[in-house]
């Protein structure tokens, strides 16, 4: 297991009961997808992709180069 991971799963202990039956279900979920040998996305990440190649087709993004000028900016 790498470190991030494991220091997640420590600090997760700590969290509330609720959100560590979530966690333990996501991974349950995740464990069985892998098992499957293929990964079938949700309505709802399907839906976000769409959103996110029809904002991409529209120039919503940012071109590497602006990004790099606002980066550089903040770096000052």
């Known amino acids: 297991m790498n470190s991030a991971l ?3 799963l420590k600090r997760a202990e700590s969290w509330p009961e609720e959100a560590r039956r ?3 279900q996501l991974a349950r979920d995740i464990e069985a997808e892998i098992g499957k040998g293929e990964y079938r ?3 709802s990440e399907l839906a976000g992709i769409d959103r996110g190649m ?3 087709a ?3 993004f940012a071109a590497a180069e602006q990004v790099e000028e ?3 900016k903040l770096r000052r």
């Open 41 to 43: 996305a949700t309505a």
């Open 58 to 60: 529209s120039g919503k």
């Open 22 to 24: 979530e966690l333990e």
């Open 54 to 56: 029809r904002d991409s």
């Open 6 to 8: 494991g220091n997640l």
């Open 70 to 72: 606002a980066l550089g």
